[in-house]
């Protein structure tokens, strides 16, 4: 069933774990993220990025992963990453995205507040929820520009909080998008002040490639949702070079249910990590 974000964070809250918010690019990754779900009784998020809209146009993608919520037999929201511009918030609110995030990590805090609160009053027409972050994490999330990371400052975190009413805060504590070239040392000593000093669900951007020890560390320290992408894209194409050469695949229908089943392995590796089964 098609499900707010707030909701499943505030349950999440609740039972002390991180929900995985997973990015999807097609019909065959929806498909197997919302199997793993439906297997393992999860509650899950299924998200894509404005900056992959290129390879899949957000009319196209965005009606199929709403429908494909709402059939699923348990909680899934839909949720737009990483937002640029108001005109492609407004398009997915408009679809029935049902949280939205915008992405001023980039801009001065102040106007990174003034453009989060214009937001929030068109997500509210909705129904919707939204998502800020601040301070900035590494990378972009399809490779395609290098920033640099900046740690969210503890009392930025305070004064957005208090400004905005955001429904969820994503962080910087050294996590960076994409495939992590040695392995990540996230700063809790920033995530434990944040979590200490505000009571914003926090969401954790780059989940590929942190080890299974952090993202417990993280969902018991404030962090109330985590982004998978780059793990997904990568075990889809695993899973395809693999059936191709095991000679499993003999037409395009073996190539699609290959792609279906890598999405599928990879949602269901990080449900199991996050503890996120049966929590449905
Ligand atoms: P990864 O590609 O590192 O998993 O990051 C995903 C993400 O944060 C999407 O917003």
Do not use: W
Request: aromatic share 6%; glycine share 8%.
């Amino acid at each position: 069933m098609l499900v707010n974000m707030k909701q499943l964070l505030a349950d999440a809250e609740k039972g002390n774990y991180a929900v995985g918010s997973f990015s999807v690019a097609n019909m065959e990754m929806v498909l197997g993220v919302i199997k793993a779900a439906e297997e393992l009784r999860a509650p899950i998020i299924l998200q894509i990025a404005e900056v992959r809209l290129k390879q899949s146009p957000l009319h196209v993608i965005g009606p199929l992963m709403v429908a494909a919520a709402r059939a699923a037999k348990v909680p899934v929201a839909v949720h737009f990453d990483h937002g640029k511009t108001m005109e492609k918030i407004s398009e997915a609110l408009k679809i029935g995205f049902t949280s939205v995030m915008f992405d001023g990590s980039h801009l001065p805090l102040d106007e990174n507040i003034a453009m989060t609160k214009k937001v929030i009053a068109e997500a509210l027409q909705h129904g919707a929820a939204v998502e800020a972050e601040i301070g900035c994490v590494g990378g972009s999330e399809d490779g395609s520009e290098d920033i640099a990371i900046n740690c969210t400052r503890p009392e930025d975190a305070v004064r957005f909080e208090k400004e905005t009413g955001v429904d969820a805060l994503a962080i910087a504590i050294g996590n960076a998008h994409g495939n992590y070239k040695s392995t990540p040392k996230l700063r809790f000593d920033i995530l434990e002040e944040v979590d200490r000093l505000t009571q914003t669900p926090l969401v954790l951007h780059g989940g590929t490639g942190i080890t299974p020890e952090d993202f417990i560390r993280c969902s018991h320290t404030g962090i109330k949702k985590i982004n998978i992408a780059t793990a997904t894209f990568d075990r889809v194409e695993q899973s395809v070079r693999a059936a191709y050469r095991d000679g499993a695949i003999q037409g395009y229908y073996d190539l699609q249910a290959a792609e279906v089943e890598g999405a599928y392995q990879n949602a269901k590796t990080h449900i199991l990590i996050f503890g996120t089964d049966n929590k449905a």
